[in-house]
């Protein structure tokens, strides 16, 4: 699985988008996009993924560069909840199936 | 429903004890998993189960057995664990082999 790259922390005012990037220039053209969070001592909550093309749903957007070198998971208005680590995962759609997880990004939504 | 539910929530336990955590889910799904989350630190894997067989054990210690007794259930069982042990474990699930995972609450776990 391709190795990713998330700053450590970001903070975003409540109601504003939160914008989350995530580098990822080794992805290969099999490899899948995820975004997981992970509010303090709960278990990864799954938000959304993506190979090619933006992808949206009732929590976020998820924006891939035409290259797929670079992704940015959007929060359209974010809330105090939205307050959690932010992992980006790259995985292969076959073989191997468990999630790499890097560091994350510490996402702090102030009010 | 993707819910994954794990018991206990918490666990203290000594280092001669031997204990099992338990995860469920209902959702048909035929993949399951364990991870072990130590504080600030990401998830690791420790094992995946597909089709109730353990086809993934990341070089974890003989103390930590995992067991699959049918599709919805799995265990972790625990033995003469270190302090070092002590840490949140995750149970997650999925449908298939590129199927979105699903992760439980967690079993925090307290090694004296």
């Known amino acids: 699985d391709a190795k990713t790259t998330q700053p450590p922390s970001m903070d975003c005012a409540e109601g504003r988008a939160a914008n989350l990037p995530c580098n990822h220039s080794t992805i290969s053209g099999n490899e899948y996009v995820y975004w997981y969070r992970q509010i303090h001592s709960q278990g990864p909550q799954y938000i959304i993924h993506g190979l090619k093309n933006n992808e949206t749903n009732e929590m976020a957007s998820l924006i891939i560069t035409e290259d797929r070198k670079s992704s940015t998971l959007i929060l359209p208005h974010a809330t105090l909840r939205d307050t959690a680590v932010y992992y980006c995962i790259v995985r292969v759609a076959k073989g191997r199936r468990a999630l790499t997880f890097g560091s994350g990004t510490r996402l702090q939504v102030q009010p | ?112």
């Open chain 2, 1 to 112: 429903d993707t819910e994954v539910t794990q018991t206990p929530k918490h666990l203290v336990m000594g280092m001669t004890n031997k204990k099992s955590l338990k995860c469920e889910q209902h959702m048909g799904h035929r993949a399951m998993y364990w991870y072990k989350q130590k504080a600030k630190k990401p998830p690791e894997l420790m094992f995946v189960y597909s089709y109730e067989k353990l086809s993934i054990n990341e070089s974890v210690p003989s103390r930590f057995s995992p067991e699959c007794p049918n599709s919805s259930l799995l265990n972790l069982h625990l033995h003469a664990l270190q302090p070092e042990d002590s840490a949140l474990y995750l149970c997650a699930s999925s449908s298939g082999q590129e199927e979105t995972q699903y992760f439980g609450p967690g079993t925090r776990l307290l090694v004296l």
